[in-house]
């Protein structure tokens, strides 16, 4: 096979290449809590989970097997968030990194606090390698989601009161909501399920699902 050549004669191996990493914001928001992300412990400090990508490896592998051995997280479905592309963002090296995100309820992460933790994405320490960057522009997406629509990753139980979904929203948002033009915004986009909150004293709140 003849060895390709572009209309500069140039040959692939010509020129430089990047190393390629995959870094991943697991977002989440615990019962009562704000908007937080899954950092790991390593050897020098905390950082997002991530790896070097390996040859011929794709992508989506590499960010379950860096979210299995760095985090002990299994099960997650992260999509691709940017390609963080400053030459000068790695003091290792030139190194493009593969952001992804993915958001889940707080019950799926078991975490060992030995290796990893979750904090709130206002309190991120110092951190490795852009990883700020990233985790500020994974909030910011995912924020941007739930201005549009009812929880849309779905970190509440299948059916929840308009209380519960104020309090998740405002969570992610970092902020209080005004209740009304919360409800009269999103109770359109909700199914009621027929169903009310047992055992409260009082008028018990109706419970809804997404839609």
């Not at 950082?47 to 989506?60: I, Y």
């Amino acid at each position: 096979m003849t060895e390709y050549r572009d209309s500069h004669h140039h040959a692939l191996a010509d020129y430089p290449h990047p190393s390629v990493a995959v870094d991943t914001a697991v977002l989440t928001v615990p019962a009562g809590g704000a908007l937080s992300v899954l950092i790991v412990r390593t050897g020098d400090g905390w950082r997002l989970p991530g790896t070097f990508l390996h040859e011929g490896e794709r992508l989506a592998d590499a960010v379950l097997r860096s979210l299995r051995a760095k985090a002990g997280v299994t099960g997650l479905s992260p999509r691709q968030l940017h390609v963080f592309d400053d030459p000068h963002r790695d003091d290792r090296g030139w190194v493009l990194s593969v952001a992804h995100l993915d958001a889940v309820p707080a019950s799926r992460l078991a975490i060992d606090e030995q290796i990893a933790r979750l904090v709130p994405v206002t309190e991120v320490p110092a951190l490795p390698y852009g990883h700020e960057e990233i985790i500020s522009l994974a909030a910011g997406t995912l924020r941007t989601d739930y201005i549009l629509s009812p929880d849309p990753a779905g970190l509440l139980a299948e059916s929840f009161t308009l209380r519960d979904l104020q309090l998740l929203h405002e969570g992610v948002a970092g902020a209080p909501l005004p209740r009304d033009t919360f409800r009269r915004a999103m109770e359109p986009l909700l199914r009621a399920t027929g169903e009310t909150v047992q055992g409260v004293v009082g008028k018990p709140p109706r419970l809804f699902a997404r839609t």
